[in-house]
């Protein structure tokens, strides 16, 4: 997993809720051999909806990164007054990768379709490491924005507060991470 990943819709496991081992290993080994690793400050930025996650997984994820040593940004490592924004694509550019969480409501926070964006971007511009995570989500939902994401679209388009072009740019950043390999966590109480 050198530089950026191959895109392929085969996914590395399909796995019960834990997070799996082989996750942690595969994020250690990225980490450490991305061409740029000496210069960054996190191995892993993680993006999540924290609603649906960070009490469940996010926090084994976490914990197991941190056992196995591995720098990770997550947004409660940020300071009261930090600048939101600036403080989280900062992160991604200091980061060796990112494993991008994707479920239920993940499309429902213009916050994290905002950290997607920048984590395609900086794949596409220096090649970061990019791995997506199907929490208890179809693919397809993420691919093809159906569901509970074409919901979601459909309620910004109505707000009028984003500009087409951007809510074009979010599309196609969920398109493009749901075509990285990865895993799928689907079978998750």
Same mark, same amino acid.
């Given at each position: 997993?050198? +530089?950026?990943?191959?895109?392929?819709?085969?996914?590395?496991?399909?796995?019960?809720?834990?997070?799996?081992?082989?996750?942690?290993?595969?994020?250690?080994?990225?980490?450490?051999?991305?061409?740029?690793?000496?210069?960054?400050?996190?191995? =892993?930025?993680?993006?999540?909806?924290?609603?649906?996650?960070?009490?469940? &997984?996010?926090?084994?994820?976490?914990?197991?990164?941190?056992?196995?040593?591995?720098?990770? &940004?997550?947004?409660?490592?940020?300071?009261? +007054?930090?600048?939101?924004?600036?403080?989280?694509?900062?992160?991604?550019?200091?980061?060796?990768?990112?494993? =991008? =969480?994707?479920?239920?409501?993940?499309?429902?926070?213009?916050?994290?379709?905002?950290?997607?964006?920048?984590?395609?971007?900086?794949?596409?511009?220096? +090649?970061?490491?990019?791995?997506? =995570? &199907?929490?208890?989500?179809?693919?397809?939902?993420?691919?093809?924005?159906?569901?509970?994401?074409?919901?979601?679209?459909?309620?910004?388009? #109505?707000?009028?507060?984003?500009?087409?072009?951007?809510?074009?740019?979010?599309?196609?950043?969920?398109?493009?991470?749901?075509? &990285?390999? +990865?895993?799928?966590?689907?079978?998750? #109480?």
């Amino acid at each position: 997993m050198h +530089g950026g990943n191959s895109k392929s819709s085969t996914r590395l496991a399909q796995s019960s809720c834990s997070c799996p081992p082989r996750m942690v290993e595969v994020s250690a080994e990225a980490a450490s051999s991305s061409s740029s690793s000496a210069l960054k400050k996190h191995d =892993v930025f993680i993006s999540f909806r924290g609603e649906d996650t960070r009490k469940s &997984f996010i926090s084994h994820l976490y914990a197991a990164f941190q056992h196995n040593k591995i720098q990770t &940004f997550i947004d409660y490592k940020l300071l009261k +007054g930090d600048m939101i924004s600036p403080t989280i694509f900062k992160a991604i550019e200091h980061s060796s990768l990112s494993v =991008v =969480v994707l479920s239920k409501h993940y499309a429902s926070s213009t916050w994290c379709l905002r950290e997607l964006a920048k984590i395609i971007e900086h794949n596409k511009r220096e +090649g970061h490491i990019v791995i997506p =995570v &199907f929490y208890k989500i179809d693919p397809t939902h993420v691919r093809k924005q159906t569901g509970t994401y074409e919901k979601a679209f459909e309620k910004y388009e #109505r707000d009028g507060k984003h500009k087409m072009a951007m809510l074009q740019k979010w599309k196609a950043a969920l398109s493009e991470v749901s075509n &990285f390999v +990865g895993w799928e966590l689907r079978n998750c #109480r």
